[in-house]
């Protein structure tokens, strides 16, 4: 069985802070694939990254990056300088390869709050 | 393009009434989710369906049935609804595999459900 687990369930950061939000998961797959979506307080999920488990090359994207560790079965997400915007709840998922309808298993989510 | 959309986007039910969640997307996507979210517990996926006319069973099915008659709609009806039914439903599409491409989902704007 599947299993994501976020840990955080809630982090506060000023302004400007680095902040790295933990995602931890289990699969019996070889082959499969791990999501970050963001949610906003306006409440739709907004599709962040898709990472597979044959690239374990760190990604950045402007202020984002993406740490994928197979051994440690972990895929962080840290955001650089954080801004108020960034305030949201963050979701981790994962899906694997036999899985006919690309079905997602999500983490209980880290509501992230940045202060001014 | 619209991408997904839901109806409604509130609603009130008193305990044992009947409702239907209408889903629909633009995007010509062959598979369909109907997730609900809980605070705490991520999302959760009740239905799924791989295209028109087929549908299967998630995480949570209790209480909840699902039609997808047309490729673009995916309903969930609650035949007698419950407290425990009191959630936000969300609505997701993706495109089916490709090349051994995966697909993101697309999220709805969600529905917000309370059952008194």
């Known amino acids: 069985a599947q299993k994501v687990t976020q840990a955080q369930t809630e982090i506060s950061v000023v302004e400007k802070e680095d902040v790295t939000l933990d995602c931890v998961y289990e699969?019996?797959?070889?082959?499969?694939?791990l999501f970050w979506y963001k949610q906003p307080p306006s409440g739709e999920l907004v599709f962040l990254i898709r990472r597979n488990s044959f690239d374990e090359q760190n990604e950045i994207s402007g202020r984002y990056s993406w740490n994928f560790q197979k051994s440690t079965s972990s895929f962080n997400f840290t955001i650089t300088a954080s801004q108020v915007v960034d305030s949201a709840v963050y979701f981790c998922a994962l899906s694997d390869h036999n899985n006919a309808g690309n079905m997602l298993t999500f983490g209980g989510g880290t509501r992230l709050m940045v202060k001014p | 393009n619209a991408g997904v959309t839901q109806t409604p986007k509130f609603r009130v039910l008193k305990t044992g009434q009947s409702m239907t969640l209408l889903c629909a997307q633009d995007m010509n996507h062959e598979y369909m989710y109907w997730y609900r979210q809980d605070p705490g517990m991520g999302l959760r996926l009740i239905h799924y369906s791989v295209g028109e006319g087929t549908t299967a069973k998630g995480e949570v099915p209790d209480g909840y049935n699902v039609s997808r008659l047309k490729k673009q709609n995916f309903l969930l009806g609650l035949e007698s609804a419950a407290p425990s039914q009191t959630s936000v439903y969300f609505c997701a599409s993706s495109a089916s595999w490709a090349g051994g491409f995966y697909n993101e989902q697309f999220f709805g704007p969600g529905t917000r459900l309370t059952v008194l």
């Open positions: 699969t019996r797959d070889t082959t499969y694939y």
